[in-house]
C-alpha cells in the first residue's frame, strides 16, 4: 500500500505558521509546506511506517520516515535545519 496524507496536526501547524524552522539552504524562502503521511502496510515491515515531509515552492524537500509520527517530525526538522545551517556555514 502507498503512502496515505494525514491531516495536518498541531506540530505541523504550529511549525508552518511559526515559522519555526530555517529558511530553505537552496532559496532561502521561509513559507515552507510540512506534512505527514502513513503506510499502513509497508511491503518491508510488520508495523505502519509515518513519514514527514518539508518542502519549499522551489521544490527543494526533505522527508525522514520512522515508526512514529513524533519522531519522524523530529528528525525530518533536525535534518531540515541542519542542512539550512550547513549551507549558510559553506557560504
Ligand atoms: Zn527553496
Do not use: H
Request: a positive charge; proline letters at 4%; one cysteine or more.
Amino acid at each position: 500500500m502507498a503512502l496515505e496524507p494525514l491531516p495536518q496536526d498541531a506540530v505541523e501547524i504550529s511549525a508552518m505558521l511559526g515559522k519555526k524552522l530555517p529558511g530553505c539552504a537552496f532559496c532561502g524562502a521561509t513559507s515552507l509546506v510540512i506534512g505527514s503521511s502513513v503506510n499502513e502496510t509497508p511491503d518491508f515491515s510488520k508495523t505502519s511506517v509515518y513519514q514527514t515531509r518539508v518542502s519549499c515552492e522551489c521544490g527543494a524537500s526533505l522527508f525522514y520516515n520512522a515508526r512514529t509520527r513524533g519522531e519522524a517530525q523530529r528528525e525530518c526538522f533536525s535534518r531540515w535545519s541542519q542542512r539550512a545551517t550547513a549551507k549558510e556555514n559553506c557560504l
